[in-house]
């Protein structure tokens, strides 16, 4: 959403950014499951070539933010994680990249 500021042709200011997001990890954590929906840890662990201590906390973060969600399972007996954004995280992140747009553009 564009508020009263940003219509009126001013920049917003980078303190109106979601700081959850605005972290590069999780930023790139977050890019990654907008873009595919779903992915597994491993994915995520070699798309983004964090550690995976780094990677679950992160995801954590995320997690409790309510901006993703964590689904366990087991695929030929192998524990597998699942995440996805939900449907707040996917409003969160299209907020943040209209708001970068607005900010670079």
């Not at 979601?18 to 990890?25: A, E, L, M, T």
């Not at 954590?60 to 030929?76: D, G, H, T």
């Amino acid at each position: 959403m564009v508020n009263k500021d940003e219509m009126n042709g001013e920049v917003p200011s980078l303190d109106k950014l979601d700081k959850i997001i605005h972290q590069p990890n999780r930023l790139l954590i977050m890019s990654y499951l907008y873009v595919v929906e779903k992915a597994d840890m491993l994915f995520l662990k070699n798309q983004t070539g964090l550690t995976w201590g780094n990677l679950s906390s992160h995801v954590s973060k995320l997690e409790e933010a309510e901006l993703l969600e964590i689904e366990k399972k087991f695929v030929k007996k192998t524990p597998k994680t699942i995440l996805h954004l939900t449907i707040k995280g996917r409003e969160a992140f299209e907020e943040y990249k209209n708001k970068m747009n607005q900010l670079l553009g």
